[in-house]
């Protein structure tokens, strides 16, 4: 099950002359269980409009897509909207503004479960402990999301989609504008939920360390196609010309690894993780 895209493009406008792609072609299947991708790629590449595809926010304008076996498509009534999708796929956005509309922080993680059809009590539960999840301080749960900071916004959002309990959860661009106390706690939280709770995390992110430390798969993105889809691994050892013309920089580790070599005559491993392998290959 999971998410299925077969040639899939999409277009914002269409027009009789030149239609102007944003997609372009994409195939790739999602599991619904234990993946951690990072979708990454160059600005205006597509990832967000990609990430809003997989919860059917977006229509295929061509292809066949399904997620969760529902086929996305146009020919759905009004009514019938996609909110069983939803209960599957959680999509946080880049921008939080779009997705805090209720009173109170506490209202707004609450109004999931409930649209879900979880009693009251049963809601709030389930809200505080998406907004403990996350970090977020107690004596601001009934604060006006508008009037929060844009890094508050984030994690009242963030907290929003965990409170959906969705399978697959996507989070764009998360660790923007977030401290780096919070961005690890953020990590850590998505580390956990993948590996503890066996969800499948998509991440959109410029932050290489992130990807190199914790996706299991990469997906870049180059002008509307998928360019690459492997392992961070396998992406990292491609060329630096490749590199370069995905628009990418490598990670911390990377980066040290190969100046050592250069100019210390090192002979280290150059793909490393993270920092903590580099320093542990160092000292042995
Ligand atoms: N609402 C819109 N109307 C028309 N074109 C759009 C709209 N949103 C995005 N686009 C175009 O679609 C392409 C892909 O945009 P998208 O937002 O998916 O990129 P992105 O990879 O998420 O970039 P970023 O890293 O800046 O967030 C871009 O060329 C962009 O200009
Ligand atoms: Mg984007």
């Known amino acids: 099950m999971g998410i299925r895209l077969e ?20 195939t790739l299947s999602i599991d619904d269980k234990d993946e951690f991708i990072a979708l990454i790629g160059e600005t205006g590449s597509g990832k967000s409009t990609l990430a809003s595809l997989f919860n059917a926010l977006k229509i295929p304008s061509s292809g ?14 009004r009514k019938e909207n996609y909110n069983d999708i939803r209960k599957h796929v959680g999509l946080v956005f880049q921008f939080p503004e779009y997705q ?20 009251k009590e049963e809601a709030e539960k389930i809200a505080v402990s998406a907004l403990e999840m996350v970090h977020f301080p107690k004596e601001m749960y009934d604060k ?39 961005r690890n706690k953020l990590t850590k939280l998505f580390k956990d939920l993948n590996e503890q709770a066996h969800k ?25 196609e998928v360019a690459f889809d492997g392992t961070p691994k396998k992406l990292f050892e491609s060329s630096e010309d490749q590199i370069a013309s995905f628009n990418l920089d490598y990670p911390d580790s990377i980066k040290i690894a190969k100046y050592l070599n250069e100019k210390a005559g090192l002979n280290l491993n150059p793909n490393q993780n993270d920092l903590n392998s580099l320093i542990k290959e160092i000292l042995s």
């Open 144 to 182: 006006t999301p508008f009037t929060l900071s844009g890094g508050e916004k984030k994690m009242v959002s963030i907290a929003g989609i965990l409170s959906m309990e969705p399978d697959i959860l996507i989070f764009d661009e998360p660790t923007a504008g977030i401290d780096p106390e919070n």
């Open 100 to 119: 805090l509309f209720e009173e109170t922080v506490l209202n707004d993680v609450m109004f999931a479960p409930r649209n879900f059809g979880k009693s």
């Open 7 to 26: 040639n899939v493009s999409y277009s914002y406008n269409k027009k009789k002359k030149g239609t102007v792609y944003a997609l372009k072609n994409i």
């Open 64 to 77: 066949e897509e399904y997620v969760f076996g529902i086929k996305i498509q146009e020919r759905r009534k």
């Open 200 to 224: 499948t995390i998509i991440i959109i992110t410029h932050d290489m360390n992130i990807v190199s430390k914790y996706a299991k798969r990469v997906i870049v993105m180059s002008e509307g």
